[in-house]
Each structure stands twice: as structure tokens, then as C-alpha cells.
């Protein structure tokens, strides 16, 4: 089965305003705790329908913090499963010392870290999303569970995604801004359909 995922998913919400950069300078503001060095580990996949798994990936999972700007910033989370393909998701979001936010006007859609627990909830027509884990300096570790209402490439409608990341880094004084990354292009799914976009190479 051969290059059977080719799904990228992503959302690409910005919200308010955003603050002058000199305002969020802070070493203890998010994305100086989280940014810089990516977070590196295992990235797990399974597709079930009915109730039963029916194919299963696994792979290398990567977590960055990248496109800072003002009080917003991406996150992105990277599943590459070698030949089989690979799944992108990007959410943009408000962050402030400690806490992460992607919110929108409807309550019931939202991506939030707080107090080191990450949850999300994301549906359009096609699919609706469900976030949930845990962000520490150190480590990360989420699923990612994907409900498909409409066919997705290899994801019939009716069919399920449940996508793990578990991940990790160590960080020391000299590691910078983790501006020595390379960055590659991907295919990234948006609201409007699939994009290409850049993503760390470290």
C-alpha cells in the first residue's frame, strides 16, 4: 500500500490583533519555553472503520514552534511515515507566558495549551478533529482523532484517523532560536484546499 496517505491536514486561523514584538520579550513567555528546538520522537497512525482497525503507520513525529510574530505564532505537528507518505497539521495561534490559544467566534472550535494540557476541537463539512495531551519543555505527547463525513483519499467517509505523537528534546543554554534549522516545503491541508508550506528541517 504503497504512498497511501497523502492527507495533510491544517488550520491556518488567525486571530486578533497582535501586540507589538517588543512587548512579548519575556524568557519566560511560550515561545521562548517552547520554541527554537524541535521536538522529535514517534508519530503513530491507525485508520478504523466500523469500529475496526484496518491499517496501521508508524513513523517519526516532529513538533515546532515556527512564524512567530507579535503574540501569534504556528504550531506545527509532523508525521512522516516514509514511503507511505506523510500527515501535516498547522494550527496559528495567540500565546502570552503561558498559555497557547486558537479560538474563533463558535466556542466549540478551538486548539488551547494551558497549564501544560492540550486540547482541540476542529469540525468543518469534511471531517471533525478532537485534540488531547500534554506540552512540557522537554516533552510532548498528543493524539490527534480525525472522524472523515466525506471520503479523504484513503479515508472512506465514515472512517477514522487516530494519530499519536510522542516527543521529545533536550534543551541547554546554547541552544538558540533553533534558527539553524533547515526548512523543506510540504503539501499543508487548509480550509480553502491544500497549500504548499514550509516546515522545519532539524
Do not use: H
Not at 517519526?60 to 509532523?78: H, W, Y
Not at 478551538?110 to 494540557?117: D, G
Amino acid at each position: 500500500m504503497k504512498s497511501i496517505i497523502k492527507l495533510c491536514i491544517g488550520i491556518l486561523v488567525f486571530t486578533s490583533c497582535t501586540k507589538d514584538s517588543e512587548e512579548i520579550n519575556s524568557k519566560e513567555n511560550f515561545t521562548a519555553r517552547y520554541g527554537g528546538k524541535p521536538f522529535v520522537g514517534t508519530a503513530k497512525g491507525a485508520r478504523s472503520q466500523d469500529g475496526v482497525t484496518n491499517y496501521t503507520w508508524n513513523g517519526e513525529g516532529r513538533i515546532a514552534l515556527i512564524e512567530a510574530l507579535g503574540d501569534s505564532v504556528s504550531m506545527v505537528f509532523m508525521a512522516d511515515f516514509g514511503d507511505k507518505g506523510e500527515i501535516n497539521f498547522k494550527v496559528r495561534g495567540k500565546f502570552d507566558e503561558s498559555t497557547y490559544r486558537m479560538e474563533t467566534s463558535d466556542p466549540t472550535i478551538y486548539f488551547r495549551i494551558l497549564e501544560e494540557q492540550i486540547t482541540g476541537s476542529i469540525k468543518n463539512a469534511g471531517q471533525q478533529m478532537l485534540f488531547q495531551g500534554s506540552m512540557q519543555q522537554e516533552q510532548v505527547k498528543m493524539t490527534m482523532q480525525v472522524d472523515f463525513m466525506e471520503e479523504n483519499g484513503p479515508f472512506p467517509k465514515g472512517s477514522s484517523l487516530n494519530l499519536s505523537f510522542d516527543t521529545n528534546r533536550e534543551v541547554s543554554e546554547n541552544d538558540g532560536d533553533g534558527s539553524g534549522c533547515g526548512t523543506r516545503l510540504v503539501p499543508i491541508w487548509s480550509p480553502s484546499g491544500v497549500t504548499m508550506g514550509l516546515v522545519p528541517d532539524c
